[in-house]
């Protein structure tokens, strides 16, 4: 198979799974409480991951500590927001699109936090994605506001304070331990 059809049926298999753990994590916080669920999902991916943490080039150094941390709280109250805003909607379409908006506040969020300006295609790709949030919320006939929507939006802002956070220490940080405690 050649390498570009292989990464396009990766990235298709991974939207397919992502849309998947949506229904999943909605029906499993129907049945057992928010932080039990997010406390046994993630503690058990840790759990997984490290083994695979020993080794040399996967030592992390203690100064470095309070940094992975601090991602990790970002991702953890990013996975708070998201899946209290699942429990309580009643459109998970509207929620995927909310949270899909945070890799528009990406830049934005690196701007201010990171002083990192945004490229000229940001600018350039963000009257598209205005136009097309307008689309959704203009010609339905009628604007509504939930508070699901805000729980949304919400984690789709912390969710990008995360992934700034995360990109920045990534450069100093080995990938294995920086994920697994952050998913601890």
Same mark, same amino acid.
Request: glycine content about 6%; proline content about 5%; aromatic content about 14%.
């Given at each position: 198979?050649?390498?570009?059809?292989?990464?396009? %049926?990766?990235?298709?298999?991974? !939207?397919?799974?992502?849309? =998947?753990?949506?229904?999943?994590?909605?029906?499993?916080?129907?049945?057992?409480?928010?932080?039990?669920?997010?406390?046994?999902?993630?503690?058990?991916?840790?759990?997984?991951?490290?083994?695979?943490?020993?080794?040399?080039?996967?030592?992390?150094?203690?100064?470095?500590?309070?940094?992975?941390?601090? !991602?990790?709280?970002?991702?953890?109250?990013? %996975?708070?927001?998201?899946?209290?805003?699942?429990?309580?909607?009643?459109?998970?379409?509207?929620?995927? #699109?909310?949270?899909?908006?945070?890799?528009?506040?990406? +830049?934005?969020?690196? =701007?201010?936090?990171?002083?990192?300006? +945004?490229?000229?295609?940001?600018?350039?790709?963000?009257?598209?994605?205005? %136009?097309?949030?307008?689309?959704?919320?203009?010609? !339905?006939?009628?604007?509504? #506001?939930?508070?699901?929507?805000?729980?949304?939006?919400?984690?789709?802002?912390?969710?990008?304070?995360?992934?700034?956070?995360?990109?920045?220490?990534?450069?100093?940080?080995?990938?294995?331990?920086?994920?697994?405690?952050?998913?601890?």
């Amino acid at each position: 198979m050649q390498p570009q059809r292989k990464a396009e %049926l990766f990235l298709v298999l991974t !939207t397919f799974i992502a849309a =998947w753990g949506w229904v999943f994590s909605r029906e499993a916080v129907q049945e057992m409480p928010i932080f039990a669920f997010l406390g046994s999902r993630f503690l058990l991916a840790a759990i997984i991951l490290l083994p695979f943490c020993r080794g040399k080039h996967n030592q992390i150094r203690l100064k470095q500590l309070p940094s992975i941390m601090m !991602t990790g709280g970002w991702m953890a109250l990013n %996975l708070v927001l998201w899946i209290y805003a699942v429990a309580t909607t009643d459109s998970i379409g509207e929620g995927a #699109f909310i949270m899909s908006l945070a890799m528009l506040f990406v +830049p934005l969020v690196g =701007w201010v936090i990171l002083k990192i300006r +945004p490229s000229r295609y940001f600018w350039e790709a963000l009257p598209i994605a205005i %136009l097309g949030l307008a689309c959704l919320t203009l010609f !339905t006939g009628q604007v509504q #506001f939930k508070s699901s929507q805000l729980w949304f939006l919400a984690a789709a802002i912390v969710q990008a304070i995360y992934f700034c956070y995360t990109s920045l220490y990534t450069r100093s940080v080995p990938l294995l331990p920086l994920t697994t405690i952050q998913l601890a």
